[in-house]
C-alpha cells in the first residue's frame, strides 16, 4: 500500500481503463475525478455502483469517457445529468443499460472468484436484449424455470472517497458496504480519505466491521471533504445548492466551461484539495 | 381545518390503495429515492395500522440498510418487501415501463437517466403501485418506445406480483394482469371521463359508475400534517415545507 | 420483534427445525443451546456456519439431533469432538458433508434470494459425490468448464449470539458478518445478547457497519456471557479450560452425563443465565 | 546458541520451500486453524523477504479479515492469496487428503472432523504445501479411503495449483502433478531412506542422491527465537511457551 498526493493518485489511471466509481450519495471520490479531469484522463469506461451521479456526468462533459456502464445517470433532485444526456443523445458514448441489483450481482460475483451469477427478474426487459453478454438459460434445480446468469464484472479500478484510512492501508468506509463490493471485485482499488490515523483499524472491534482490508487497497491520497459536493456519512452532508449549480451551468456546452474553469480547472492550494 | 390539497388527495388516494383489505398486508414497504408522495402515503399508513415498516433509499437516519446499497434487493428477491412505487419517463396500457428513452437506443430523442431497479422489482415485489404526476400523452403512451420492466410476463417466468394501480395528478386506475389492461376508477376533483380521455396515450377500460377520488378523511388529514410530516422532515425538507409549512403544523397539532 | 427470556426464546423452535449455528470462535449460542436441551429439543437439524463445535456436539450427546450438515464438528484446539463422532460411527446421526466455502456459498444464495450459486474447486471430491443435491453443469459462459452450482439453503431458524441489541430488534455483531449472512439466509432469526441498549444502533455511523438490521430479527433474549465457553470478540476471551474439561468429560456417556448434570440442567440463578 | 530442536527444523524446512526461487512469490499466504509449525516458518518467511503477509484464521489481533468468516474464501477464489497448507488424516501417494473418515461413509471405523475447506483450497490456492507432523502408515495409506480433496485433477478442471511439497517429522517429498506421484528429497538427522520408507504406506520416488534435512542458518534461528516467537506468543501461546520460553527468547535476542 502507497500513500500518495491526490494528483499522483490519479495518475495511476490509464487511457481506457474500466474504472467503477459510486454515485454522489455513497462517497462518491468527487476530488479524484477533478483531479482525473485536469489530468485530462481519456477513453475511460466507466462504471456505476450501482448508478452514476456527478462524477459520471463531470468526466463525460470534460471529454474523458468512452462508455458507461450504469443502470442510471442522474443528479437526482438536480434533475438530468446535462453532459450525459447530451452525448447519449450525440452518440458520443457507448452506453451499456444495465438495472441495480444486476450492477451489485455481476460486482459481487467478481468479488467472489465466480465466473457467473444467476438472478431472478429482468426477463422481458429491452435492458437484457440489449446485452448480448448475458444468458437466459433453464435452471439447473428446476425444469421450466427460465433464469438470467450474468458474467463477474472485475473492473480495472475501483476509486471512492472514504473517512479515515490507517498506515498498513486499512480503510473505514463504514456502512458503506457497496464499497467493499468494488474493492473486492476490482484488480487495483485506489482511495482518497479524509484523514490518515494512527495504529490499526481493524485492531479495534467498533471499526473493524466498517473497515476494508489492507489486502484490496493499492494506494491512498488525503482529499479533505473529497467527496464533495457529495456528502460523507456523519462527517458532512451534501451540498445540494453546489448540484443545482453544476445542473443549471452543465446544461449549455458554454456553461459546463466556465463549470470547469471555475471549480476544477483553476489550481490553488483549495482547488488542489 | 384548511382545505385538502391536491397533494394531500395524492396521497389519500395512495394509502387507500396501500391498506386495500383485499390485498397482500403491507408490513415492508420501500420507497425509491425522491418520491415524497409515495413516502408520505407509506408513513400515513404506517401511522393508521401501527405495523408498516418503511425503508427509503438513500434516507440517512432511520434506514435499516446496514450492508450496502445491494440490501434492497437482496430483501426484495428473498420476498421481504411486500410494496414498492415505480413510475416511468413512459408507461403503456399494458403496464410496460421505459425509463430508458425514445429513438434510437439507447435514447437519440430522448434520454431517461436509466432503468434504476425497476426490470427487477416490478417483477420480485408482490405489491407494486405505479406513481407519475404528470398525466399526458406523451408520458401515457399506447406502446412504450422501450421496456425497461415488463407489465406482465409469459406463464412460467418467475414474477411475484404486478402493477395493481397506477395514480396520476389527475386520476386513479386499476390495473388487470390477466387483461394486461388499465381500468379508470377514479378522477380527481376538476377532471371528468373526458378529460382524462384526452389526455391519455392508451387505450383503457371505465369503471361504471366512474367515481371521484376521495378525499383524506379528517382524522386522515390531522395525521399528515402532523406526525407524517415531522417523520418526513428530516428526509424531505423541501417538500415538507411547500405543502405543510411550519406553522400550519403547529396550528393542526 | 419480540423480546424474551432465554427458556422462550428456545421454545421458538419446533422439533425437527432446521437450525443454523455458529461455531465456537464466532459468537456461539452456547446458552441458547443449554436451554434447548433442557427442554428436550428433538430431532433437530443443524447446519453448521461454516463448521460445528461445542454447542452441536451438546445437542448430539443430549439425543436433540436427527442431522448435521456441516464441513467439520471440532473441538478445534480441544480435539475431536467426541458425542460427534460416537453418533456417526453408530449411525445415530445422518451427516451431510460439505466443504466451508460450499456452506458459505449456500447461505449466501438464500439470502440473495436466488435458487443456486456457483463455486469453483470441490470437482473430483467424494464430498460431491455424496452430495445428489449439488449439481455439476458447463459453464454457460465457457465451452468445456464443469462448474459446480449449489442450491440455495435456507434454513428454518439461524440462532447466534451478540453483544448488543437495540429496542426495534437491530443487534450489533461487529465483524461477525458471517451471522448476518446465517440471518439473511435463514426464515426466522433468534439472538441472544449481552445486553439490551437505548437508542438506535443504526443511527450511529460507528455502530451501522456491525449491525443486523431488525428487519431480519424475530426475537432477541439477554444472556450473559451467552456465547461462554466460546468468546465474545473483545468481550470476554474464550474459556479453553471448559472445553478441554467438556472434551475430557464427553469422551465417555457417563462422563457426558456428568458435564450435562453439572453444567446444562442444573436450573440455578446462575445456569439459567 | 542453543541447539536446533527438531521443531525448528521443521519450520527451516518449510521457510525454504515458501521461499523457492523457482515458485511464484508467496506474497499472501494462509493458515488454517491450529497449525503453528507452518504459521512459524511463514513468520519466519516474513522475517526473511519483508514482503510477505499472513492470515491466520481465527486469529484475534492481526487477522485481516472483516467481512465474516468467508473471506479467506472469497479473497482465494479470486487468487489473491498465494500460498495454503493442508493436512489430512490420510494422505495417499498420489496427493489426495481424507479429511472425512474410514469405513463406510461418512466413517463407520474412524471419523476425523471434516473436510472443512480442502475440496476448495486445494483447487484454489497456486501453492500448497501439505504438513502432517505423524508420518505412520495409519496416515500415509497406499489409497485414502475417502477423497476430501483430489491431489489432482483432469484436463479441463479448473484449478491453479497442485500439493508442492509433504513434511512430515520424518522427511521432505517432492510432488509431481504430472505423475501424481511424491519423491523423497530429504530425511531428517536420525532418519534414514529405509526408515522412512519404512513407516510410509504408499509408493514413492527418491531423489538421488537422497539429503538430510538442513538445519535452519543461525540468522534464521535468531529470527525465529526473536521476533517470530515474539508475533506468533499472541495467537499460539502455549506453543511459544513449549518451544521458546521466555527465558530462552530473552537470551536469543
Given at each position: 500500500m502507497r500513500i500518495l498526493e491526490l494528483d499522483r493518485l490519479a495518475a495511476e489511471i490509464p487511457a481506457a481503463a474500466m474504472v467503477a466509481i459510486p454515485p454522489d450519495?455513497?462517497?462518491?471520490?468527487a476530488a479524484f475525478v477533478r483531479a482525473l479531469v485536469r489530468q485530462g484522463a481519456r477513453e475511460l469506461r466507466l462504471v456505476g455502483v450501482p448508478v452514476s451521479g456527478y462524477a459520471t456526468d463531470l468526466l463525460i462533459g470534460a471529454g474523458c469517457v468512452a462508455e458507461v456502464q450504469s443502470s442510471a445517470v442522474t443528479l437526482d433532485e438536480a434533475g438530468l445529468a446535462p453532459c450525459f444526456t447530451r452525448a447519449v443523445k450525440a452518440g458520443q458514448i457507448r452506453m451499456l443499460d444495465a438495472t441495480c441489483p444486476a450492477m451489485h450481482a455481476m460486482l459481487e460475483a467478481a468479488g467472489r472468484g465466480i465466473p457467473f451469477i444467476p438472478i431472478r427478474g429482468?426477463?422481458?426487459s429491452d435492458v437484457l436484449r440489449h446485452r448480448p453478454d448475458w444468458r437466459v438459460i433453464d435452471n439447473p434445480f428446476q425444469e421450466g424455470d427460465p433464469i438470467l446468469l450474468l458474467p463477474a464484472l472485475a473492473p480495472d479500478f475501483a476509486v471512492f472517497h472514504a473517512a479515515a484510512a490507517d498506515r498498513q492501508g486499512n480503510v473505514w468506509v463504514g456502512r458503506h458496504h457497496e464499497l467493499a463490493s468494488m474493492a473486492h471485485a476490482a484488480k487495483r482499488t485506489l482511495v482518497t480519505v479524509e484523514r490518515i490515523v494512527e495504529g490499526?483499524?481493524?485492531?479495534d472491534e467498533r471499526m473493524a466491521p466498517g473497515v476494508i482490508g489492507s489486502v484490496y487497497i493499492e494506494a491512498v491520497a488525503v482529499a479533505e471533504r473529497g467527496a464533495w459536493p457529495g456528502g460523507l456519512l456523519d462527517e458532512y452532508p451534501d451540498d445540494a445548492g453546489h448540484f443545482l449549480e453544476y445542473a443549471r451551468l452543465a446544461r449549455s456546452e458554454e456553461g459546463f466551461r466556465a463549470y470547469l474553469a471555475r471549480?476544477?480547472?483553476?489550481?490553488t492550494a483549495a482547488a488542489a484539495e | 381545518m384548511r382545505d385538502v390539497l391536491p397533494e394531500e388527495r395524492l396521497i389519500g388516494a395512495i394509502t387507500r390503495l396501500i391498506l386495500d383489505p383485499g390485498k397482500r398486508r403491507a408490513r415492508q414497504v420501500a420507497i425509491g429515492a425522491a418520491s415524497p408522495i409515495p413516502a408520505a402515503a407509506s408513513y400515513l399508513a404506517r401511522e393508521i395500522t401501527g405495523e408498516v415498516r418503511i425503508s427509503v433509499l438513500?434516507?440517512?437516519?432511520?434506514?435499516?440498510?446496514?450492508?450496502?446499497?445491494g440490501e434492497l434487493f437482496d430483501l426484495t428477491a428473498e420476498g421481504r418487501i411486500d410494496l414498492f412505487f415505480l413510475g416511468g419517463g413512459e408507461i403503456d396500457g399494458a403496464g410496460n415501463l421505459n425509463l430508458i428513452g425514445v429513438g434510437e437506443w439507447p435514447g437519440s430523442v430522448a434520454r431517461f437517466p436509466g432503468s434504476f431497479g425497476s426490470a427487477f422489482m416490478y417483477m420480485m415485489v408482490p405489491r407494486v403501485i405505479l406513481y407519475r404526476f404528470e398525466h399526458s400523452r406523451r408520458v401515457l403512451v399506447p406502446r412504450v418506445a422501450y421496456v425497461s420492466a415488463p407489465g406482465t410476463s409469459p406463464a412460467?417466468?418467475?414474477?411475484?406480483?404486478?402493477?395493481e394501480a397506477l395514480v396520476t395528478g389527475k386520476a386513479v386506475f386499476s390495473f388487470s394482469p390477466e387483461q394486461a389492461r388499465f381500468r379508470l376508477v377514479s378522477v380527481h376533483p376538476g377532471e371528468s371521463a373526458e378529460s382524462v380521455r384526452r389526455a391519455t396515450g392508451f387505450d383503457y377500460d371505465m369503471a361504471q359508475p366512474l367515481a371521484e377520488t376521495a378525499d383524506p378523511v379528517p382524522e386522515w388529514l390531522r395525521l399528515l400534517r402532523g406526525p407524517v410530516a415531522a417523520a418526513m422532515a428530516p428526509t424531505y425538507p423541501a417538500f415538507v415545507q411547500r405543502i405543510w409549512p411550519a406553522a400550519e403544523r403547529t396550528r393542526s397539532a
Amino acid at each position: 500500500m502507497r500513500i500518495l498526493e491526490l494528483d499522483r493518485l490519479a495518475a495511476e489511471i490509464p487511457a481506457a481503463a474500466m474504472v467503477a466509481i459510486p454515485p454522489d450519495n455513497s462517497a462518491t471520490c468527487a476530488a479524484f475525478v477533478r483531479a482525473l479531469v485536469r489530468q485530462g484522463a481519456r477513453e475511460l469506461r466507466l462504471v456505476g455502483v450501482p448508478v452514476s451521479g456527478y462524477a459520471t456526468d463531470l468526466l463525460i462533459g470534460a471529454g474523458c469517457v468512452a462508455e458507461v456502464q450504469s443502470s442510471a445517470v442522474t443528479l437526482d433532485e438536480a434533475g438530468l445529468a446535462p453532459c450525459f444526456t447530451r452525448a447519449v443523445k450525440a452518440g458520443q458514448i457507448r452506453m451499456l443499460d444495465a438495472t441495480c441489483p444486476a450492477m451489485h450481482a455481476m460486482l459481487e460475483a467478481a468479488g467472489r472468484g465466480i465466473p457467473f451469477i444467476p438472478i431472478r427478474g429482468i426477463l422481458g426487459s429491452d435492458v437484457l436484449r440489449h446485452r448480448p453478454d448475458w444468458r437466459v438459460i433453464d435452471n439447473p434445480f428446476q425444469e421450466g424455470d427460465p433464469i438470467l446468469l450474468l458474467p463477474a464484472l472485475a473492473p480495472d479500478f475501483a476509486v471512492f472517497h472514504a473517512a479515515a484510512a490507517d498506515r498498513q492501508g486499512n480503510v473505514w468506509v463504514g456502512r458503506h458496504h457497496e464499497l467493499a463490493s468494488m474493492a473486492h471485485a476490482a484488480k487495483r482499488t485506489l482511495v482518497t480519505v479524509e484523514r490518515i490515523v494512527e495504529g490499526n483499524l481493524i485492531d479495534d472491534e467498533r471499526m473493524a466491521p466498517g473497515v476494508i482490508g489492507s489486502v484490496y487497497i493499492e494506494a491512498v491520497a488525503v482529499a479533505e471533504r473529497g467527496a464533495w459536493p457529495g456528502g460523507l456519512l456523519d462527517e458532512y452532508p451534501d451540498d445540494a445548492g453546489h448540484f443545482l449549480e453544476y445542473a443549471r451551468l452543465a446544461r449549455s456546452e458554454e456553461g459546463f466551461r466556465a463549470y470547469l474553469a471555475r471549480y476544477v480547472l483553476r489550481v490553488t492550494a483549495a482547488a488542489a484539495e | 381545518m384548511r382545505d385538502v390539497l391536491p397533494e394531500e388527495r395524492l396521497i389519500g388516494a395512495i394509502t387507500r390503495l396501500i391498506l386495500d383489505p383485499g390485498k397482500r398486508r403491507a408490513r415492508q414497504v420501500a420507497i425509491g429515492a425522491a418520491s415524497p408522495i409515495p413516502a408520505a402515503a407509506s408513513y400515513l399508513a404506517r401511522e393508521i395500522t401501527g405495523e408498516v415498516r418503511i425503508s427509503v433509499l438513500n434516507q440517512r437516519r432511520g434506514n435499516p440498510f446496514t450492508n450496502g446499497t445491494g440490501e434492497l434487493f437482496d430483501l426484495t428477491a428473498e420476498g421481504r418487501i411486500d410494496l414498492f412505487f415505480l413510475g416511468g419517463g413512459e408507461i403503456d396500457g399494458a403496464g410496460n415501463l421505459n425509463l430508458i428513452g425514445v429513438g434510437e437506443w439507447p435514447g437519440s430523442v430522448a434520454r431517461f437517466p436509466g432503468s434504476f431497479g425497476s426490470a427487477f422489482m416490478y417483477m420480485m415485489v408482490p405489491r407494486v403501485i405505479l406513481y407519475r404526476f404528470e398525466h399526458s400523452r406523451r408520458v401515457l403512451v399506447p406502446r412504450v418506445a422501450y421496456v425497461s420492466a415488463p407489465g406482465t410476463s409469459p406463464a412460467g417466468v418467475f414474477r411475484r406480483g404486478h402493477g395493481e394501480a397506477l395514480v396520476t395528478g389527475k386520476a386513479v386506475f386499476s390495473f388487470s394482469p390477466e387483461q394486461a389492461r388499465f381500468r379508470l376508477v377514479s378522477v380527481h376533483p376538476g377532471e371528468s371521463a373526458e378529460s382524462v380521455r384526452r389526455a391519455t396515450g392508451f387505450d383503457y377500460d371505465m369503471a361504471q359508475p366512474l367515481a371521484e377520488t376521495a378525499d383524506p378523511v379528517p382524522e386522515w388529514l390531522r395525521l399528515l400534517r402532523g406526525p407524517v410530516a415531522a417523520a418526513m422532515a428530516p428526509t424531505y425538507p423541501a417538500f415538507v415545507q411547500r405543502i405543510w409549512p411550519a406553522a400550519e403544523r403547529t396550528r393542526s397539532a
